[in-house]
């Protein structure tokens, strides 16, 4: 009888959970843990390539940023080799006062130890920090020097996590041996609905390794927008709490198990706050991620 209550008890409580309205559905955001420690990241995050490159009037850049923050975004990725970005990032956090909040990350993206030390100095001094949350090797370049650097970084403080970035398929053989020869606290690869390669081996070995994965590209620059231009979302997808295509793909992408997280760029307020949607009134499991990856594969 007893079990028969608890069992009942349970049940209640997930119809209950069901008939949420939205409102109360969404105030949750949702977070991940970074395997190699447990700390919780949100899990939608913010890319700066071309979007934060912004040299005269940055009004846009200063909304998209306290948007972000303010809907609980942490993540924010940027790299030397994005024009004034790692800047734009410095200036505008310091002046809105978020520094504490967010969780930054950069990349080195040079060859040689004494360059990539320079460079990475630059980068602490652009983006007003005096430790970074996370220092990434930008598309494996001179990788083996710079992971010696950021182990050692790693060790002193400087630094609180490491990594590698790649974006291209072609890379893939490459990153999955790096992987396996040292130990990152991170992997950012390209994944999205447009670009699915990274599931078949790379996933899998960061669940294995416990390396927190950040899917870059989850629009694939933009693409994935152009293909479902006119095309409605299937009636479903609100079962999912998804409301745009936006939701639609960054949902799916970090609904993949061994994803943390998703780093879609924009400059635009709107959209800031689009992709921070993602982050609310849970996640399609492994049947839902079927239905919606076929249904995109039929547009
Ligand atoms: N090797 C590497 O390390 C590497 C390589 C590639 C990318 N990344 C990182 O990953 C981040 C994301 O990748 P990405 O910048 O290539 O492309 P993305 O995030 O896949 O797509 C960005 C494009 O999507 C548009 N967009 C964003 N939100 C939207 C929304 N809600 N509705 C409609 N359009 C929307 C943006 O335009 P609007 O500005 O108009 O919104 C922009 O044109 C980069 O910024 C970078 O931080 C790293």
Redesign the pocket.
């Known amino acids: 009888m007893k079990f028969m209550d608890s069992r009942r008890r349970a049940l209640l409580a997930v119809l209950a959970a069901s008939v949420l309205p939205p409102a109360i559905a969404q105030t949750r955001r949702m977070t991940k843990p970074i395997p190699s420690t447990g700390e919780a990241l949100p899990v939608i995050g913010l ?5 934060f490159d912004a040299r005269g009037d940055k009004t846009a850049q200063r909304e998209v940023l306290k948007i972000f923050a303010e809907m609980g975004g942490r993540v924010v ?3 030397p080799m ?1 024009g004034a970005a790692e800047s734009v990032v410095g200036e505008l956090s310091a002046a809105l006062g978020l520094r504490e909040r967010l969780f930054m990350a950069t ?1 080195v993206w040079t060859s040689g130890a004494e360059g990539g030390v320079r460079q990475m100095e630059d980068s602490f001094q652009r983006m007003r920090v005096e430790r970074m949350d996370l220092m ?1 090797v ?2 494996l370049l001179d990788v083996g020097t710079h992971t010696r650097t950021l182990r050692e970084w790693k060790e002193r403080s400087r630094v609180r996590y490491i990594g590698i ?3 291209s398929a072609s890379a893939h053989a490459e990153v999955e041996r790096w992987l396996k020869a040292e130990a990152y606290d991170f992997l ?1 690869i ?1 994944y ?1 609905l447009g670009e699915r390669d990274a599931e078949k081996r790379l996933l899998p070995l960061c669940a294995e390794r416990k390396v927190a994965v950040i899917a ?7 693409s ?2 152009r293909k479902v231009k006119g095309k409605p979302l299937p009636p479903w997808a609100s079962e999912y709490g998804i409301e ?3 939701q639609y793909f960054l949902k799916w992408i970090v609904s993949h198990p061994a994803v943390t997280c998703a ?6 307020p ?3 706050r ?2 921070l949607g993602a982050g609310r009134g849970g996640l399609p499991d492994a049947a839902a991620r079927r239905r919606m990856a076929e249904y995109f594969s039929r547009l």
Request: aromatic content about 14%; cysteine-free; charged content about 10%.
């Open positions: 890319g700066t390539w071309q979007t990725d940027s790299s994005y990349k990434q930008h598309n970035t790649h974006y950012q390209n999205s870059n590209r989850p629009f694939a620059e933009g994935l927008f745009s295509w936006a780093i879609p760029a924009t400059a635009n709107a959209h800031v689009d992709n």
